[in-house]
């Protein structure tokens, strides 16, 4: 290729020659990211909608459901998201101040408190399925055993008597089937309860990947004060992951922990 | 296009405390009875917490004019589809049948 014909000027590797300067071409690629990201904000929108529709219309069942999940453990996932959200923020930090050890350290930070939180979603996980939470009763502890999680299992009987009893917020007069009927529902609690925590953990295993790709590049030293965008949008998809888990804790833990008429 | 101003790790440092605060505020609240109010509390400290991730952390503050109206175009879609829904289910039993 003759280049005889064009001016042959200075610029950094890293500019596309779409674009006339690597300011533009930041903004553009974020631009970009964010038109991505909102499209991502309606898929999560509408499991958001659903699930506060559904809460209307089986709520004694949502608010049996929502205090059967650990509050703690999802308080404690929430502050390590936002720990690691904040560790994300300070690798941009960094990679605008050219400082390449301490990006590769932040990402890994960033990315063992991405680990810890997905370590903490198994555990809960786990707890659902011994507890024959999963919906359809069929996949549950004792799965290998003759019975697993049949309908007629501890299960639903548990929270029934967790409808029922008054420790737990429950009203010891809601009659004998009311109560096994509430404790079927729950398992539109939990449909939605799956649904919406494994498409984030989804999101947050995707990151993971992303991010480790990122501490890879950072190693190398692509990126300093003129070019960091790739770490910038990598930023931009680990703080919306977390901005989803900011609405899911109060949506399935917080909200129902206490039953009213609507 | 404030381009060259950039949040510092003191601003960064802030909005972690500030999110971790709402964090341990929002988890107490929710076992205090407050009726209709705990839904209500609880998604406003949510919605304070979202905005200053997106305004700081995802450095919106400091973006194109383009950027940020595009972003809210976003949101305003989200609540029409939030708002538009439920205003429909909350109001069914409104009417007598």
């Known amino acids: 290729m003759s280049t005889s014909q064009t001016t042959t000027t200075e610029h950094h590797p890293a500019l596309a020659h779409q674009f006339d300067s690597m300011e533009q071409q930041q903004d553009a690629s974020t631009f970009g990211m964010w038109v991505f990201l909102l499209t991502e904000i309606m898929m999560f929108g509408g499991l958001f909608t659903a699930y506060l529709i559904y809460r209307l219309k089986y709520y004694p069942a949502f608010v049996a459901g929502s205090t059967s999940i650990s509050v703690s453990w999802g308080f404690a996932n929430t502050l390590v998201l936002i720990a690691s959200s904040f560790t994300m923020a300070m690798t941009v930090w960094a990679a605008q101040n050219g400082k390449r050890k301490m990006q590769v350290w932040l990402l890994l930070a960033t990315m063992v408190l991405g680990a810890a939180f997905l370590g903490v979603k198994a555990k809960e996980y786990y707890d659902k399925w011994d507890e024959c939470h999963i919906p359809g009763h069929v996949i549950g502890k004792g799965f290998n055993a003759w019975g697993g999680c049949s309908a007629t299992d501890k299960s639903l009987g548990n929270i029934a008597e967790e409808i029922r009893d008054p420790k737990k917020h429950g009203n010891p007069n809601v009659p004998e089937g009311a109560a096994e009927q509430i404790a079927k529902q729950t398992e539109i609690f939990f449909s939605f309860y799956f649904a919406m925590t494994g498409l984030h953990a989804f999101h947050m295993v995707i990151g993971l990947g992303l991010l480790a790709w990122l501490t890879w590049r950072a190693k190398s030293g692509e990126f300093g004060p003129a070019y960091y965008t790739p770490i910038e949008l990598g930023g931009l998809y680990w703080h919306f992951v977390d901005i989803v888990w900011i609405f899911l804790f109060p949506l399935l833990y917080l909200i129902s922990r206490h039953q009213h008429g609507v | ?97």
């Open chain 2, 1 to 97: 296009m404030s381009q060259n101003s950039h949040p510092t790790p003191g601003l960064y440092l802030v909005i972690l405390l500030a999110l971790v605060v709402g964090t341990c505020l929002t988890w107490g609240i929710a076992f205090k009875d407050l009726g209709a109010w705990n839904p209500v509390v609880a998604l406003t400290i949510a919605v304070i917490k979202a905005v200053l991730v997106i305004l700081f952390f995802m450095h919106v503050h400091y973006s194109s004019k383009l950027t940020k109206l595009t972003i809210s175009a976003g949101f305003f879609w989200l609540m029409i589809m939030i708002t538009m829904s439920l205003s429909d289910y909350l109001t069914r039993t409104f009417l007598p049948r």
